[in-house]
Each structure stands twice: as structure tokens, then as C-alpha cells.
């Protein structure tokens, strides 16, 4: 008895779990109307079961054929609704888990691209400054050096604004870099939160697991809905078979007994005969045991010639 409780204890566990994942999940999947999906996938969930045990207690009886295939049915199908809810409820949580990760690559992608523009900016002012000092260094070379002088100080104002966008561009850089390694640090820790998926996809494709994470992820939730909902369905029977089998022991049980207290009123019964009998006896001969014998005797003869 005690495992048969176990049973269906276990059995009516994996099925509102399974209810519950299937129930999330179909309410994603019609989040139109969240509140009647919840109420639908409650109410099916619960025929199933029954359906399910109706069945198995009434499968030997005279019961039309199609009220069986039609429940059968009825049984696969719902199964069949109640994984592709958890399907859709697993699939949810892999990607609410992932989504921060794509979001934070294309993130670095963007910052990446902002530190190459503002290096173009430094590369372009570097080399009009170096131009310029080229430019300076024909004076020199010619020594016009106060007439190189003069030309420098024409070109103050642009240096100026050159070196201005410079040192902007190396700020902005810098800020870029921060933004960029916070980024990392919390790529890292996502990385590491989704890790053990990532050694279940080498498992299964190798070295080609990074192009392939998100199919192993699917091949994982696809066990899982393959044992979910079908063991829960397949325990709830057990545990049917088991009672029935407790109550056909406990029925032999009672049955023992009564065959053993039907016996014992029979013995009981025989003595009560025999000694109303030897009162009988006693009363019409007295105590005298060599009469009784003699007629007693006599009764078995009696009774064998009889047979």
C-alpha cells in the first residue's frame, strides 16, 4: 500500500508540474488571451487524468468501441498539447536567459565600431599635423626661419583645433573602453550562468558546438517533454493497477478468514452434535458408559449400513 501511495503521489506531482509548465506556456504562446488559455489548459488537464484512469478501469467492459478509440485518442492528443506547452515554456526561459547575451554582443559590435571612427578623426588630425610640419620644414630647410615663424603662427589657430579633436577623440575613446569592459563583465557572468549548456552542445556536436547551441538546447527540452507528461500519465495508471491489486489481495485476505471461521463453526457445529447426542444418551441410559458405548455402536453401524 505504501508504494502504491507513493505512486500516485508521484504521479499527480509530475502531472501539475507538467500542467503548470504546459499552462505558462500555451498563455505565451496566446498571450492574447492569457486568463481563458489558463482556464482551458486547467480544465484538460484534469479531464486527461480522469479520462485516462476511466479507461483503464473500464477497458475489459461492455463499452462501445468508439467511446474507447475516441478517449484514447483524446489522451495521446492532450499529451501531445501539454508538451508543446512546456516546449514553449522551456524555449522561454532558454531564450529570457540568452537574450541579454546577443544584446550585449551587438552592444561591443557598436562600441567597436564607434572607437574605429574616432581613430580615423585622431589618424586625419595627425596627419594634417603632420603636413603642416612638413609645410614649416621647407622653410627651415631654406632657412626662411622667420618667415617660417610667421607661417606657424598662421597655423596656430588650426593646430589648435586639431589637437582640440584629438584629445576629444582619445576621451571619447577612453569612455568607449569603460562602457566596453563593463559590457565584458557582464558577458562573462552570463557565459558562466549558461555554461553547463554550452559542455552539454560540445557533448553532443564537438568542436562545432558553438555554431549549434541553440539545436542542442532544443534536443535537451525535447527529452525532457518526452519523459514529462508521458510518465505522468503512465504513473497515474500504476498507481491504478497497484490499488487494484491491494484490494484483490485485501478481498483473498477477507475471503481466508471467512473460509477459516466457516470451518471453525463446523467443528463447533460437530461437537455441539455429539454432545447433545451423549446428553440425549445419558439422560435415557444413565452414566452408565459400557450402555452408551453399546448404543453408540449401534448409531455408527446404523449409519454405515445406511451409506
Known sequence: MFLTL????????????????????????????YVPIIAMGSALEVGKLVAASWLYHNWRRNIPKSLKAYLFTSIIVLIFITSVGIFGFLSKAHLDQVKPTAGNTEQIALIDKKIRQEEKIIERAEKTLAQLDKAL???????????????RKKQKEERELLNKSIDEAMAKIADLNNSKSSINIEQLKLEADVGPLKYVAELIYGDNAKDHFDSAVRIIILILIFVFDPLAVLLLIAANISLNQWRDKRDEKKTDTMEKALRRIEVLEGRNRRLKIYKDLTKEFGDNPDEIKLKLSQIYDWNNDKN
Do not use: H, M, N
Open 137 to 151: 620644414d621647407v622653410y627651415i630647410d631654406k632657412e626662411y626661419v622667420s618667415r617660417g615663424l610667421k607661417e
Open 6 to 33: 507513493v505512486t500516485f503521489i508521484s504521479a499527480i506531482s509530475i502531472s501539475l508540474i507538467a500542467a503548470g509548465y504546459s499552462i505558462l506556456g500555451l498563455a505565451t504562446l496566446f498571450a492574447g488571451a
